[in-house]
T-cell receptor, first 117, second 111 residues
Framework: GAVVSQHPSRVICKSGTSVKIECRSLDFQATTMFWYRQFPKQSLMLMATSNEGSKATYEQGVEKDKFLINHASLTLSTLTVTSAHPEDSSFYIC?????????????FGQGTRLTVV | GQQVMQIPQYQHVQEGEDFTTYCNSSTTLSNIQWYKQRPGGHPVFLIQLVKSGEVKKQKRLTFQFGEAKKNSSLHITATQTTDVGTYFCAGSKTSYDKVIFGPGTSLSVIP
């Protein structure tokens, strides 16, 4: 199946610093990428939807100035957590949806575990 | 807004017993997907259902999409310890809409 690579898999940063997470579709073009956050023992909560070449659409309650999303190409989207705080510590997962004819299945990256100390 | 619900939240079964998780959406779905997440891992795609009343099987797993395309179920026959994990359903209103996940059902299998 299609492969989505997410990097880094783990990151520890100091409070107040920024962290960038990359999501790449390796063998297909992703017109749409989704960013999710998952707290321990909870479900995946959609943070934002990004379409290549346009601004991301954020879900209610997600601060767009804090979670900067850039989808500059059909194979790369980035999520930057700015001025990170301990409450931002979570598991961040991206998924990419391919163009037809691959269908509407969303392929997931391996996730990034962010710890803010 | 669109909501996806799942029951039960947790299920503990003896190895060899069957297991079923149910997924319900507040709106009609274009498609529904099922994922499995092992502890410490990321969600792994299992299957996608798109047709009303569709039933698909993968070995011991049976997936069903309701006639109204608002509910779905995953049934595992004769559970094994390798089935342990959290099973999420996820759906979208259209093929190109955002994918919303249900809260998941955590399955424990007692050997």
């Amino acid at each position: 199946g299609a492969v989505v690579s997410q990097h880094p898999s783990r990151v520890i940063c100091k409070s107040g610093t920024s962290v960038k997470i990359e999501c790449r579709s390796l063998d297909f073009q992703a017109t749409t990428m989704f960013w999710y956050r998952q707290f321990p023992k909870q479900s995946l909560m959609l943070m934002a939807t990004s379409n290549e070449g346009s601004k991301a659409t954020y879900e209610q309650g997600v601060e767009k100035d804090k979670f900067l999303i850039n989808h500059a190409s059909l194979t790369l989207s980035t999520l930057t957590v700015t001025s990170a705080h301990p409450e931002d510590s979570s598991f961040y997962i991206c998924s990419a949806r391919a163009q037809p004819p691959l269908g509407s299945e969303a392929f997931f990256g391996q996730g990034t575990r962010l710890t803010v100390v | 807004g669109q909501q996806v619900m799942q029951i039960p939240q947790y299920q503990h079964v003896q190895e060899g017993e069957d297991f079923t998780t149910y997924c319900n959406s507040s709106t009609t779905l274009s498609n529904i997907q099922w994922y499995k997440q092992r502890p410490g891992g990321h969600p792994v795609f299992l299957i996608q259902l798109v047709k009303s009343g569709e039933v698909k099987k993968q070995k011991r797993l049976t997936f069903q999409f309701g006639e109204a395309k608002k509910n779905s179920s995953l049934h595992i026959t004769a559970t094994q310890t390798t089935d342990v994990g959290t099973y999420f359903c996820a759906g979208s209103k259209t093929s190109y809409d955002k994918v919303i996940f249900g809260p998941g059902t955590s399955l424990s299998v007692i050997p």
